[in-house]
């Protein structure tokens, strides 16, 4: 929702079909071969039923995978997201750089050659956490979550010998920029917060004319879940929040 809240801003007018993948939630979990078939096979079979110009992974772990095959594979553009490790290294003073993803993301080789690329003269400190996602579910259910909660989540950083230096943060999961203020609150001597959510919708927009405004389509503005049962934060009040006029099981 936080790559959607994005593109709303830019493209106001576009219609937005939103697949969440709540059937196998969360994608940090799963074994890259899993989630490359699963990516792969959900979006093939989507663009099937669906007539969309261009196609958002608005997922790190999954881009850092699934870019190449997908793009090789679809005949509309494909937009990933991906560890904001470049205009980091660029807005840090200190050189020491703060990386806060799911395990998938920090493991996978993209990321590390994100970071021998953009940021060789940066010590990036990495930490990997599904807990945030699930805290991060809970506060868009509408639930309340103890500030000491986020303490125990990043209680790695504290304990990092150079912690004190530490004065950017990558946001490398689209769940986390949604509690940005909570995770700012315990963490208040970093000065950059950095996401990939403007740069994105940027590239939605250089890849899409001007004349994206329709709103049409049988799936235009729906959300789309593999699971209904598993809504998670996907309340009908949230999904309003963020522009979707409707909620549809999507049986795959």
């Not at 937009?79 to 470049?86: E, L, S």
């Not at 993803?101 to 970071?115: K, N």
């Not at 509408?142 to 010998?161: A, K, M, T």
């Amino acid at each position: 929702m936080s790559i959607v809240e994005h593109i709303r801003q830019q493209l106001p007018n576009a219609a937005i079909t939103y697949l969440a993948d709540t059937r196998y939630f969360p994608y940090g979990l799963l074994q890259q071969k899993q989630l490359l078939e699963r990516v792969v096979s959900l979006v093939e079979n989507t663009l099937a039923r669906c007539a969309v110009d261009l196609v958002v992974i608005a997922c790190n772990t999954a881009s850092t995978l699934v870019l190449p095959k997908l793009r090789a594979r679809l005949a509309v553009p494909v937009v990933g997201v991906v560890p904001a490790i470049k205009p980091a290294a660029a807005l840090s003073d200190s050189k020491i750089i703060g990386l806060l993803a799911t395990p998938g993301t920090i493991r996978r080789e993209y990321t590390a050659e994100l970071v021998e690329q953009y940021a060789p003269d940066c010590e990036v400190l990495p930490l990997a956490s599904n807990d945030l996602v699930a805290v991060v579910e809970k506060v868009m259910a509408g639930e309340s979550v103890p500030n000491q909660r986020y303490r125990d989540i990043l209680r790695p950083f504290y304990q990092h010998p150079r912690f004190e230096q530490l004065d950017t943060l990558v946001l490398a999961c689209t769940h986390f920029p949604l509690v940005r203020c909570e995770l700012e609150a315990q963490l208040p001597h970093v000065k950059h917060w950095v996401d990939s959510g403007s740069a994105v919708a940027l590239r939605v927009v250089s890849l899409l004319t001007s004349a994206v405004t329709s709103t049409s389509g049988d799936y235009a503005n729906t959300l789309l879940l593999t699971d209904r049962s598993k809504v998670g934060g996907f309340s009908e009040a949230l999904v309003r929040r963020y522009g979707f006029t409707n909620i549809v099981q999507w049986g795959l």
